[in-house]
């Protein structure tokens, strides 16, 4: 079983629609969590951090439910720029802080 | 924010031959640095973890002696694969960590190899 587990999608949504993507993680250690965003043949950039209260930054929510080992990611009102790959991430205890990523779920916002 | 380069962004080499990627921290001392690799349509892995000065610690499965690494300096790691094959083809995406913000980590624009 991969670490960190996400629906590969795509998911194709019109413009101004509402998307949610889900995440397991299998490592009960986990330490902190993250939400990146990578567009084609470039580098990963972080989009926010999860916290276990749950937080919001504009368009984008995250959620983060431990008993559970699942993060979320909804995006309000899609834009056409908003066409990426989401990548999980979460950073275990104990091990450097190194990140695991998950897959990625694509995202394509269509006219 | 905080800038990692990479250089060279793109590189074709012949099968056998040796490439060496050049990853620095342009206005931060990057105490960490991670190198990636990323396969199409898979997710980032993780190769190792190198501090200044010290020795990198390698992932399970990642050969220390195909992937050499280098921090020989607080804002330059460099990353060399070592007789190329094309199964080594890839995404190299280097990151570093350290300044004022020690727990984020910047990512450098990625590295792609062909090997042909």
């Known amino acids: 079983r991969k670490e960190v587990e996400q629906d590969p999608g795509p998911f194709n949504v019109p413009e101004g629609a509402t998307v949610a993507f889900n995440c397991t993680y299998s490592?009960?250690?986990?330490?902190?969590f993250f939400w990146y965003r990578q567009d084609c043949r470039k580098e990963p950039k972080l989009l926010m951090s999860v916290y276990s209260s749950g937080n919001e930054d504009g368009r984008f929510t995250a959620q983060l439910n431990r008993a559970s080992q699942y993060i979320s990611l909804l995006i309000r009102d899609s834009k056409l720029s908003d066409s990426a790959t989401y990548l999980c991430v979460v950073r275990y205890t104990g091990t450097a802080s190194k990140l695991t990523f998950g897959t990625g779920t694509r995202l394509q916002v269509t006219l | 924010g905080a800038v990692v380069s990479q250089h060279p962004s793109w590189v074709i080499c012949k099968s056998g031959t040796s490439v060496k990627i050049e990853c620095r921290s342009l206005d931060f001392q990057a105490t960490t640095m991670f190198w990636y690799r990323q396969f199409p349509k898979q997710s980032l892995m993780l190769m190792a973890t190198?501090?200044?000065?010290?020795?990198?610690?390698?992932e399970q499965g990642v050969e220390k002696d195909k992937f050499l690494i280098n921090h020989a300096s607080l804002t330059l790691s460099t990353l060399t694969v070592t007789s190329a094959h094309p199964e080594d083809s890839s995404f190299y995406i280097c990151s570093a960590r350290g300044g004022s913000n020690r727990d984020t980590q910047y990512f450098g624009p990625g590295t792609r190899l062909t090997v042909l």
């Open positions: 490592n009960s250690a986990s330490q902190s």
């Open positions: 190198s501090n200044e000065g010290s020795k990198a610690t390698y």
